[in-house]
């Protein structure tokens, strides 16, 4: 199985300002990469253009050299996307949120699967409490489930940080670069600098060029 | 600037299989998970489910009051006031279909997940017309009481109510899907629901009419069937449609 998500002279406006322009990126198995910029310099845009939510861009999109839009169910099923937002119900409990997840992507219903991937992000315990009794880092937490629970090649995660403790942080940063290691991708938007591996590449972006980098 | 595109300089590991799994469980496992979902939360918060009953059960008290308490009138009026009420009552409930997953960001999961979204969508209005719906439609008969609606039209209430509400959700649906990016749409909501919801109330209201004046009423509740059959096909690609427009804005 391949994974290759390119995108070919992408440009984005929003209220009369470039975001970006002639943003040429080619993402492949094993990679780790980071986008960066100011608040407002247009990540989650971005994000939101790569993840197939948003049709308001100048640019192509190729899902593993097919055209975005006749790949785009491969592409679904092959993409995990975590929000600004959690995405997390705080009227229902963490298991009630992941079994609904799990259902959504079309996994089997397993209760030893969300348990254990509750208990990978460190919130044993915590299972059957409405989710809106939790921190915010806790909720964030019940979002990160989702990446142990659903095997997906690619990730695209927008500020999956935010709010996590400085253990949560290292324990992400190597889930991310283990996926990478395992041949899937990850694109992210941080403002926390991340570990420099092999496997991480920066793409900047701010005042309308964007620069891509090893 | 232009710039160049980069080619990775990590060589491409084959992606080990356990990564890939295709969506084995379908649709009918994605279906039957939305709308558990949504009904235990709509059923935990009962606040969200009471607010339009207690609405209808309101207006139809104040009536007699207002007006007259005589029996004759109130029963010439009925069946208008209590379909005009009811259909007040859905609306209102309309605005918070949508809401709560456009705040937390499930619409956007919702949206990228694998499965049809008009599908999904109608998952969640089925939810809506079971817990809105379908207890205004339980509960005109006994405020119709109050109105002197004479007896053998009760039955053709709650049944022109039951089918004459769910293509109203269905029609709501899509109005909640339009302005669910908007910081306060439910103004906008109900103008642009409004003119569809029309047909429905003048057939709905006709069918109560006729069963007091002792006509046939099939042909009223046909066309009330008709209606949702209609509505049923073409609403959820419109409410699916909608979603997407208004998460692109």
Redesign the interface.
Known sequence: MTLRLQARELACERDDRWLFEDLDLDIVAGEIVRIEGPNGSGKTTLLKILSGQLADYHGELFWNEMPMRQARDAFLSSLLYLGHTTGVKAALTPLENLAWYQAMAGGPDSEPARLAALDGVGLAGFEDLPTGQLSAGQQRRVALARLELTPRPLWVLDEPFTAIDRQGVAELEARLEAHARNGGSVLVTTHHALRATPALRHVRLGAGNAHVQH | ??????????????????????????LR??L???FR?DL??LL??RGEVLNPLVFFALVITLFPIGISPDPELLSTIAPGLLWVAALLAALLSLDSLFR?DY????L????????PLAALALAKVAVHWLLTGLPLALMAPVLGIMLSLPAGSYLVLSLSLALGSASLSLIGAIGAALTVGLARGGVLLSLLVLPLYIPVLIFGAGAVQAAILGDSITAHLAILGALLAVALMLAPWAIAASL?IS??G
Do not use: C, F, W, Y
């Open positions: 600037m232009p710039m160049s595109s980069t080619e990775a300089t990590v060589s491409k590991a084959e992606p080990a299989t356990s990564l890939h799994r295709e969506p084995s469980g379908g496992v994605a039957q998970a939305t979902r235990t939360l935990r918060r709560g705040d937390d960001g499930s956007e999961q919702l949206l990228l997940s694998p499965q997407r998460i692109n």
